[in-house]
């Protein structure tokens, strides 16, 4: 008997627990627009970025026509930023300018993937091909807006990029030197005569090439 109660009371409790979880979750669905913005606000505030971007995925799934979304978006994409995850906040602004892109925003989108593209750079050997993409990117938009207001900010990235670039390919091209690959030494050597900076226009980073780029 003492063991047909001992079960009953447990059976009793472990429904209670999975009724009192279940209540709790079914709490955090299908909740107006307004719950769910609030909600990434908070999150982005107390710095609980993964929070942030739950609730928005939350915000997007249940309110797909929502006007909140653009605004949480532009949030996110900025806190991510602010917490040097480059890539997430590239994310949020590439699928804020698909759905909401125009003209009137555009030029600002556009400065902030190549800046987002510039300070996610970590190693000019690993990330020669990013470096190469926002170099083009930024020539691009240089070229598309000549007079706009945060063109001189896109051409102090596009030199940053162009003298990175430069050293890199002088690093290679002695490496190969050493390496007694004397062809494969001078196809980078060629790259850099092309190119409007001199050797001699460029100090050499003292710590690293983190510091220098963007210092």
Known sequence: MYRIIQHTIFVVIFLSIMVGCSTKKDQEFEKPALYWYQKV??????????????????????????????EAMLMLMQAHMDNEEYLLANFYLDEYMKRYGNRKNRQFAEFIQIKAAFYGLRS??????????????????????????????VETIAVRLEMTRYMMN????????????????????????????????????????????FN
């Open 124 to 153: 000019p050997q690993r990330d020669q091909k990013l470096i190469n993409d926002t170099l083009k990117k930024a020539r691009r938009y240089i070229q598309k807006y000549p007079n706009g207001e945060y063109t001189p900010m």
């Open 41 to 70: 606000m908070k999150s982005i505030a107390t710095g609980n970025l993964e929070k942030a971007d739950n609730y928005f995925t939350s915000l997007e799934s249940e309110h797909v026509g929502s006007p909140l979304i653009p």
């Open 170 to 213: 002088e690093e290679i091209a002695a490496l190969y030197k050493r390496r007694n690959k004397p062809k494969a030494a001078e196809i980078y050597r060629e790259r850099n005569e092309k190119s409007w900076l001199k050797k001699e226009d460029i100090r050499l980073p003292k710590r690293d090439w983190f510091d220098w780029l």
